[in-house]
């Protein structure tokens, strides 16, 4: 069992090297871009770019399907909506079913859309560890601060959070056996049957995830972490001229989508 | 029950790369025989534990329990006789009283109720937690070696025939660490199949007939101990050392491979 949304692939590509705020602020420019703008040649820019930008990552292209396999099913359900509710003439009906040239269009384009927003996001969470990105993030959220969010906080507890989903993994995966191997089944059974079967393995994840909060707790105390205290960073967010060039040549790609 | 592991492998699916865990691993182990299964951390001890029990296939090479492999009829009944107790196995307790942890594996085999009763009191009393004392309390509410042997009755109440412990004595103080030694004894002595994943020598030494050490997966050396030539420089390329018996009987001048299990056959022996 494997979380596969929001994997880092560790690498040493220039798109991994880019400070993450500036890869944050440039994918989020690239979605709004691509809600903004319907028309089948923006699209095809912002695909362009995208697979480019993939491309250049040097990750495995097996990891963004692997991403992007879950949501499947996600990009079916928008094509079949767009292909049964779309307005236009239709050239074929069956029952309440019409289907229109205009609605095949729509849904391609919106199915399409949504593969290029996940193609897009993936290159920033597979390229930035989460605790680069985390802190990417409270760099940018400092403005809240003013009005007294602990943006910084807020930042360690996802940081946290995040750093634990694997470690509670495999976890997961040791009480799981050790229930097996007591004569547990996970998969047999109805759905009552089934979540029943889990109260052996929540309760002891449960207990365990809180005497690890605790224990962490307790680390970071004896390790002078105060709330609220500034705290320096053993990597510091340092910015390059090649961030400004991943800035500017975004701005070039959304442009150039508008405008084609 | 027997366990023959005849070219057994096994590897990780890790993200980039399949990590071989277990490479070509052949040994046997006599119906009713005592192995110590010793090697450096990271050697596949817990890997090997987990594939005899079936929690994981074998991707080449079979596990045979009482001379039967998975293609033969009875196999998977005989997968439910071999009893894994985990690394730290405290962690797994869930239920609300001692009783109903230690029944959870007994229901799980569809016991008659007056059965499953039977059992847990008989595993209760084997590991020294009285039922009429400790049936009813909460597991949480045990102190951790008393959670430990609760964990270890959970097993047993399932009358396992071979016993596969992964690191049992890992931080149990000296009475608790002493106390399941006893229980361990008194278990082989009922014919128990024990298979001990241990790095403590001196336990292992007293504990087991025969050793299987492996070292990147692989066996490094399997068989009655045999404290040879080659032994110190075998255990020390381990990650191993002799057992504190088989020292003292090399300083004296003796044959180490009488050396005594005990202190009490080593008091016998000097007097």
């Not at chain 1, 944050?24 to 040649?41: I, Q």
């Not at chain 1, 309760?203 to 365990?208: C, K, S």
């Amino acid at each position: 069992m494997k979380a596969t949304i929001a994997q880092y692939y560790a690498g040493d590509s220039l798109l991994h090297r880019l400070d993450p705020r500036a890869k944050f602020v440039a994918v989020s420019a690239l979605a709004v871009a691509l809600f903004v703008r319907d028309s089948f040649a923006g699209l095809a820019v912002y695909a362009a770019a995208a697979v480019l930008a993939y491309a250049l990552s040097g990750v495995p292209f097996a990891w963004f399907w692997r991403a992007f396999r879950p949501l499947l099913w996600l990009v079916a359900l928008t094509f079949v909506a767009q292909v049964v509710f779309a307005p236009g003439a239709p050239f074929f009906s069956l029952w309440f079913i019409h289907v229109s040239w205009r609605g095949l269009e729509l849904a391609t384009y919106l199915s399409l859309r949504l593969v290029v927003l996940v193609l897009v996001g993936s290159v920033l969470t597979l390229t930035t560890p989460s605790i680069a990105l985390t802190d990417g993030l409270a760099w940018l959220g400092r403005p809240l601060r003013r009005l007294r969010v602990p943006t910084d906080e807020l930042a360690l507890m996802v940081t946290i959070a995040l750093r634990f989903i694997p470690t509670l993994f495999v976890e997961l995966d040791t009480i799981m056996r050790a229930q097996r191997a007591r004569g547990a089944d996970f998969r047999r059974g109805g759905l009552r049957e089934r979540t029943r079967s889990l109260v052996p393995v929540l309760v002891p994840l449960f207990v365990l995830s809180f005497r690890r909060a605790d224990e962490l707790a307790l680390a970071m105390e004896a390790r002078c972490y105060r709330p609220g205290a500034v705290r320096t960073r053993l990597h510091p967010l340092c910015a390059h001229w090649s961030d400004a060039v991943l800035l500017v040549a975004t701005a070039a790609v959304i442009a150039a989508g508008l405008l084609v | 029950m027997s366990l023959t592991c005849g070219g057994v492998s096994f590897s990780y699916e890790e993200a980039r790369a399949a990590i071989p865990a277990l490479r070509d691993v052949s040994f046997e182990l006599r119906a009713g025989g005592s192995l110590a299964l010793m090697g450096a951390s990271g050697s596949g001890k817990s890997t090997l534990l987990q594939v005899i029990r079936g929690l994981d296939a074998p991707e080449s090479g079979a596990v045979l329990l009482d001379a039967a492999g998975p293609v033969d009829a009875g196999y998977a009944v005989l997968q439910r006789e071999v009893g894994l107790v985990f690394q730290a196995p405290e962690l797994q307790l869930f239920a609300a009283t001692a009783r109903d942890d230690v029944a959870f594996g007994p229901r799980r085999l569809g016991w008659p109720e007056a059965q499953v009763g039977a059992a847990v009191d008989t595993a209760l009393d084997v590991v020294g937690l009285p039922p009429a004392h400790f049936a009813e309390r909460h597991p949480y509410a045990l102190s951790g070696g008393e959670q430990r042997r609760l964990a270890l009755a959970g097993v047993l109440a399932m009358r396992p025939r071979l016993l596969l412990l992964d690191e049992p004595f890992v931080s149990l103080d000296p009475g608790t660490r002493r106390q399941l030694v006893g229980i361990l004894e008194r278990l082989k002595a009922a014919g128990v199949t024990l298979l001990l994943a241990t790095h403590d020598v001196d336990l292992a030494w007293a504990l087991c007939d025969e050793l299987l050490v492996l070292g990147e997966g692989r066996v490094v050396a399997a068989g009655p101990w045999d404290f040879g030539i080659d032994a110190g420089r075998l255990l020390a390329a381990n990650r191993l050392r002799e057992p504190f018996f088989v020292e003292l009987w090399r300083r004296l001048g003796r044959d180490p491979q009488r050396a005594p299990r005990s202190a009490t056959e080593a008091a016998e022996a000097l007097s």
